[in-house]
């Protein structure tokens, strides 16, 4: 059996991961050995500190450097369904199962079906975070897919900073007001590129060149994974200490809301590995 | 008027002043130039993820070297006083005032909460800044307790002015000579005095009458800065967004609790920085 498993090689996953390495624990670490797709399609990342301006395949292959150094290993499973025991988690990954005294989930905040062309063009246009991104296109002309109405202060977002906006919402009633935001009247079917994305195409053929795209889309349900969890919208809900509802779960990074910032996904995931050691403490105590 | 001001120059304050910069807030950023003495002694750091074993000083001035990036500019006063307006925050530094909107506390965990009787005798015979208060004591006996280097011409400026100096320094090597300052064998304990201080006592018991006692610490006890702030323990009492109980006060980094980690500090600086512009926003709308 485990100490911890941690489901998630992004920014969280991987801060979690050394802590706990640091301290002597047993871990298993599934996700992709790539790192964070994520991360990794950022253009330009400006507020990691200590890093200055760096483009996102850079802090990746750092972030992957770090856990080489520190002879972390990876698991490149999918988890796909986990089960609470008295005192651990059984975790089912490509049929095989895993035992752990304690969990961390840093899955992050997976889009859901994307547009014909839309996965290609990733970091090349095609972004999912505004507070993100929205500042490389101030002046600029942009489309945005506004999946659900939390995400409209996004969209307004989006507009202080581009010139123009096409805005097409995945749902009635949408409210965002601003003289440059002009409302879409047939859905985003396909998105255009080579190299870089140049427009999109509508249901009704239309087509729409703009410099990019913003998917503002909620995530796959995480308690899809792990039954019984509480989650507030896509978000899994935690206290301060990263401690969600179950005992001896923890989550940390987008799972656990916005900002989806790198900075915060590695503190908390710094935060949730000093939790694990604790809770891990508690039950050697209580055994 | 600025939109925020950050006070602290570690991790925490360095990851919101970033971010508040990029998103064209105007921030007034007071602190130690050469920012934080904690991670400037670490001797080796290995859990900020993406930089892999670094020392303590190597990664102080990636920090360094990142503010300058960004144009940031930090103000090297001591922030005494804060009060809260309807709309604002007044502080004083160096007996300048200034207004911001918004207010983040970054201001590192203070050891303890000062001295015995400290926190009664502020203004009343403790003083936390030299320039400030100095020129009060001259010709008088003073007790200087030196918490970091970076105060010695603080010390030095006090010997010009007071007739006695009796000095204790939080740190090996302190290198303040005077003819006139008198190194401590032991500790400041506690601070004696009524309507107004009188004297110290030491650790060994030693009672010492003095004029005035001057604390040159990077931190000030959160309360005595800002009165009506909620605290457990040494700590200031935060949400997930980092709100403290005071509108538009927000506090990051080992001010609000354990773990005293520099990942923890960046990530609540990040979301800090981020929640202030959710503040402002809202403000804004309410005008």
Redesign the interface.
Known sequence: MFDAAIIGTG?AG??AA??LK?RGKEVIWFGSGDFSGKVEKSEKI????????VSGRE?NE??R??AA??GLEITDRIVTNISRLKDRYMLLANNEMYEARALLLATGVVPGRGFDGEKELVGMGVSYCA?CDG?FYRGKTIAVFCGAKRYEPEVTYLAEMAAKVYLYAGYPGCEVEAPNVEQLKSPIRQVQGGMRLTGITLANGTEVPVDGLFCLRSAIAPTTLLPGLTLEGPHIV???HMATNLPGCFAAGDCT???Y?I?????????AA?SILDYLAEQGREA
């Open positions: 920014p991987l801060s050394i802590n640091m400006g507020n990691y500190p200590g890093l200055g301006l802090l750092k972030f450097a770090h150094q520190m507070t500042m935690v206290d301060r809301g916005a900002p910032q900075a915060k996904a590695v503190g908390e995931g710094n935060i000093h």
